[in-house]
């Protein structure tokens, strides 16, 4: 198989990887503190961040593979979805690169990535998988019935997991991104709290009613202590997560149930959260699943999956046509 650069640049982490008969050799990715002081991600600031960081992340990526540009045999990169601004950045270096080496060019769909992150190294599981893919932008139920054929069974109608996580934390004061802050808050606390969560039917979700619950919750408590949140942080998002991780395995046993599947795979940002991967533990050694959890690395924005998916591609003879730009289909 080739070696092949890859790219990532969709929202704000700035990522380049090497892959070499389908082995990630190095995977390096700059992340941008720009957006803590903002309480989220601010397009024109990620971008500019991608413009400064891209060229760096690269180099650093073929210095630590051992490898230099005559050794790559075509580039990948992410096509969308994402922040328009950002993806130039990454659509446009991969462009360049590729044009200044004679190279194909792979486009590869971010949330198809995220889903064949668990073929960065072992254990992997065999087609068909079910994959529940969490994070701050998606959250989708997907089969995988072979790398390139993915059908989504159920998505978010309103905010994703990761979403619902960062509102919370912003409610709390909590720094942005609040997933991983919560989720270590909630370790020292218990689920006291008792959030509504109105969930729509079949195998879609929704985050939006539990957030509005969480806030009413919240004022009402305020209103008759006013430190109520200062002294009830650990229990309040031990709460918070464990409402959230209940609609996420709710709607993923229903899918299991559904498509008879017992390969259970967690993806995206989200499945870090230690809440997540014990309740799938549990709920797995139930149902008799076996689960599959990337390690934290390849679980969040990073560029090792797109070069994985670019090599699927890559096998299967999908190149991006050089005369389309690929930049006039960005989604
Ligand atoms: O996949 P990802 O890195 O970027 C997107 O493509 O969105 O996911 C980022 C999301 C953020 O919402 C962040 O709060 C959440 O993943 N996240 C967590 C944890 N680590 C990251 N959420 C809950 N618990 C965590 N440990
Ligand atoms: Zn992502």
Known sequence: MPTILAIESSCDDTSAAVIADWEVLSNVTAGQAVHEEFGGVVPEHASRAHQLNIVPTVAVAL??????????????????????????????????????????????????????????????????????????????????????????????????????????????????????????????????IKFARPEPGELNFSFSGLKTSILYTLQKKVKTNPSFVKENLPDICASIQHSIVAILLRKLTLAAEQTGLTQVALAGGVSANSGLREGLQALAKEKGWTVFAPRIEYCTDNAAMIGVTGAFKYAAGEFAVPEVAPAARLE
């Open 63 to 192: 210095s630590r593979a051992g490898k230099s540009a005559d050794d790559i045999d075509a580039v990948a990169f992410t096509r969308g979805p994402g922040l328009i601004g950002s993806l130039m950045v990454g659509v446009s270096f991969a462009k360049g690169f590729a044009l200044a080496h004679n190279l194909p060019l792979i486009e590869v769909d971010h949330m198809q990535a995220h889903v064949l992150a668990h073929f960065a190294e072992d254990p992997k599981p065999t087609f068909p998988f079910l994959c529940l893919t969490v994070s701050g932008g998606h959250t989708q139920l997907v089969v995988v019935r072979s790398a390139l054929e993915q059908e989504i069974i159920g998505r978010t109608i309103d905010d994703a997991a990761g979403e619902a996580f960062d509102k919370s934390g912003k409610m709390l004061g909590l720094p942005y991104p609040s997933g991983p802050e919560i989720d270590k808050l909630a370790r020292q606390g218990k689920p006291t």
